[in-house]
């Protein structure tokens, strides 16, 4: 039978009317003949006037659209280029329309067609992600991305494909692509933000990220929080404080940045005391404790302040336990059980805190060692017997 084609198909050809081979062409795409179909039209196209045959490119677009659909085996080898092969179908709709007008039949049906490839393209897609074959998912919304490439929509998914498929480069590339036709949202620079972080990027191209993401949206509190840590990672807390500041100043109600910024004043202040610079440590305990009574007077039953605090204010103490605990004997005569009173007082001052994040997380070990320790400290028997019992 292809025998016998192939005779017919160079017959027509060398009959000098490529019309009726455009016919031919369309019978055997109709009988699903696509092998043929496909030789049928691409001998039309060596007679170069065929490139101004609208006629012929429609038919070109319509089997190669069907050979890009059809799953046998025996075509895969046409369109070994996937790529190559999907733009050859919108060259042949495209050149379609640019030689009729709009109000002709083959102009509407090229544009129909392209709709519907592209449709195709994301169902697939979508079909392959429901069934977590990500790899295929992002084949399809790549070809999605050739039919067209104005739409942020296959960037997304085949980025979202490509994430899920652990190919981090290729995600954060289809997500930039993006950038070119519609601003970046928050839950897209989210997702770059992941990428980097999962290829483990750089920190400074980490930041450089989370920074143009500020910019964009400047009061979102995950980048600020987010490009907080990287600061804090690498040990750039005074370029974190003033950040930091400038935020809370534009949002001073804002209790999560309150938490933030006194989880670095609390670290600024241990940083400090062990450079030698015990003024500045007190500066900076008086900036944490401000942030962490704001914050636990709006939410007080959250743990980790409570907890955090209560450490903040223990490490206080323990300055003056330390201090008197290198007494002589007979400087401790003079100064020792004043001195330790001083550290009793801020272990007073910590213990409500502990006691609110113990009950906060009952089974939390750090919260009741930190707790006995304290009942210990300041002689509480009964409060420690009932710890102990419980």
């Not at 500041?245 to 209790?255: E, I, L, M």
């Amino acid at each position: 039978m292809r025998y016998v084609i192939a005779i017919l198909l160079t017959t027509l050809f060398n009959s000098g009317n490529p019309q009726d081979l455009i016919s031919v062409a369309n019978s055997l795409l109709n009988d699903k003949n696509y092998i043929e179909a496909k030789e049928a039209i691409d001998e039309v196209f060596l007679k170069p006037e065929m490139a101004e045959n609208a006629r012929a490119w429609y038919t070109k677009g319509r089997i190669y659209h069907e050979i890009l659909k059809n799953n046998d085996a025996e075509l895969a080898k046409l369109k070994s280029d996937i790529d190559g092969f999907v733009k050859s179908i919108i060259e042949a709709y495209d050149k379609t329309q640019s030689l009729t007008g709009r109000g002709n039949n083959l102009y509407v049906l090229a544009g129909n067609q392209k709709k519907l490839l592209w449709a195709e393209s994301m169902n697939q897609g979508y079909d392959h992600f429901q069934n977590q074959q990500y790899t295929k998912a992002l084949k399809s919304f790549d070809i999605a991305k050739i039919i067209q490439p104005g739409d942020t929509t296959a960037f997304l998914y085949a980025g979202v494909s490509a994430q899920q498929a652990g190919s981090y480069q290729t995600a954060i590339d289809n997500y930039r692509a993006i950038k070119k036709l519609a601003p970046l949202s928050k839950t897209v620079y989210r997702y770059i933000l992941v990428c980097h972080q999962a290829r483990r990027s750089p920190a400074g191209v980490q930041l450089d990220l989370i920074e143009e993401a500020i910019y964009h949206y400047p009061d979102h509190v995950p980048y600020i929080v987010e490009e907080n840590r990287i600061l804090v990672r690498q040990g750039r807390f005074e370029e974190a404080e003033s950040r930091l500041k400038t935020v809370v100043k534009r949002n001073p109600g804002a209790t999560d940045l309150r938490l933030l910024r006194a989880d670095l004043y609390d670290r600024m202040f241990r940083e400090a005391y062990l450079n030698g610079r015990p003024e500045r440590s007190v500066s900076y305990f008086d900036l944490a404790s401000a942030d962490y009574e704001f914050f636990i007077n709006a939410r007080p039953a959250h743990f980790k302040a409570n907890h955090n605090y209560a450490v903040m204010i223990n490490e206080r103490a323990n300055r003056y336990y330390v201090k008197a605990n290198l007494l002589s004997e007979e400087e401790y005569q003079i100064s020792g059980k004043e001195t330790e009173e001083e550290g009793h007082q801020w272990t007073r001052k910590a213990l409500p805190f502990m006691e609110r994040a113990l009950s906060i997380e009952p089974d939390d070990e750090d919260a009741l060692k930190a707790l006995r320790a304290f009942y210990q400290r300041l002689k509480l028997d009964e409060k420690l017997a009932v710890l102990d019992n419980r």
